[in-house]
């Protein structure tokens, strides 16, 4: 059907549709834009864990906490604060697995306020690419993975798939200041 102009009568009625204008376009991209459409910010993620980050940690001795190249993040291995405390000892002599476990959470939680320190937003972080862990450990201990998924799943639970990682867990007599784990982290970032 044709009427006057050459223009059919669905055309001139300008139906509203899914790529075309009108105003299921005009909804559809204001519901794209709405904050309940957009993804989580990573503080708002943190607040819904439960999550405060610290005051990053100072350089103990000739070392920066972060350094930025070619699109990564590497950030020096950061050692468990609780409670305003180093948490110190060595597995499998003065703490267990446990403990140690919570101490990796710890670092990781230090390594995000020194990468939110240095970028300025966690939203920044593309993805976590590998993270090292030292557990200070007896030559029988041999749990350091178990150990270490005390930082890799916190990475994982604040970032979703970004958080997903390469990782060494490793075994080792004593680290700076009797701490019991020291986490360092390699962390590709958005531009």
Request: with cysteine.
């Amino acid at each position: 059907m044709k009427e006057s102009g050459g223009r059919s009568s669905v055309a001139a009625r300008r139906r509203p549709t899914l790529f075309g204008g009108g105003t299921l376009r005009n909804r559809l991209t204001l519901a794209a834009r709405s904050p309940k459409a957009q993804a989580m910010s990573i503080d708002n993620r943190l607040a819904e864990l439960g999550i405060t980050l610290p005051e990053p940690a100072a350089p103990v001795a000739a070392y920066v906490p972060t350094v930025e190249a070619n699109g990564l993040l590497h950030v020096s291995g950061q050692i468990p604060f609780k409670d305003g405390q180093i948490m110190t000892g060595r597995c499998g002599e003065t703490e267990n697995e446990d403990y140690a476990r919570e101490a990796a959470e710890r670092c990781g939680v230090m390594l995000l306020a020194q990468i939110k320190k240095a970028l300025g937003s966690l939203d920044r972080v593309e993805r976590v690419v590998k993270l090292g862990v030292f557990v200070s450990s007896t030559p029988h201990f041999t749990a350091q993975p178990k150990v270490a998924n005390g930082a890799s799943e916190l990475m994982q639970k604040v970032f979703g798939d970004a958080g997903k990682h390469a990782r060494s867990a490793v075994g080792v007599p004593v680290l700076p200041l009797n701490a019991i784990v020291e986490v360092d982290a390699v962390v590709a970032i958005k531009a």
